[in-house]
């Protein structure tokens, strides 16, 4: 006698719709980031950090700083952070990082 093979059903999942940039991005088969419009952090170590796509500063202190990044906020923790740089859209702080929070 054999015996019937039960077939599981795949639930489908719920996919979130893909923006245009990220249609785009795919079609090219290129990053997210270089269609553009994603903020870029660059860290090197924990002295530095390069953030691109900045739209202003919120809060700066010795020990902390938050950083406009539009959709989301970033808020650095450290001692001695300051901000060395600032141009239209990036800025780097400098000192000795302890945390970075991507703040909604």
């Known amino acids: 006698m ?10 489908p999942s719920e996919v979130p719709p893909k923006s245009m940039k990220e249609k785009v991005a795919s079609a090219l088969e290129v990053p997210l980031s270089a269609v553009g419009g994603t ?9 530095e950090l390069t953030v691109e796509g900045c739209k202003g500063i919120l809060e700066y202190d010795e020990d902390i700083i938050r950083l406009n990044l539009g959709k989301f906020i970033l808020r650095l923790t450290g001692r001695d952070l300051s901000l060395c740089t600032l141009t239209e859209d ?3 702080v400098e000192g000795y990082l302890l945390s970075i929070e ?3």
Not at 2 to 11: E, G, L
Not at 39 to 47: I, T
């Open 2 to 11: 054999k015996k019937k093979r039960r077939r599981s059903r795949a639930v």
């Open 39 to 47: 903020p870029q952090l660059l860290l090197s170590g924990n002295r």
């Open 90 to 92: 990036t800025a780097v």
């Open 102 to 104: 991507f703040l909604t």
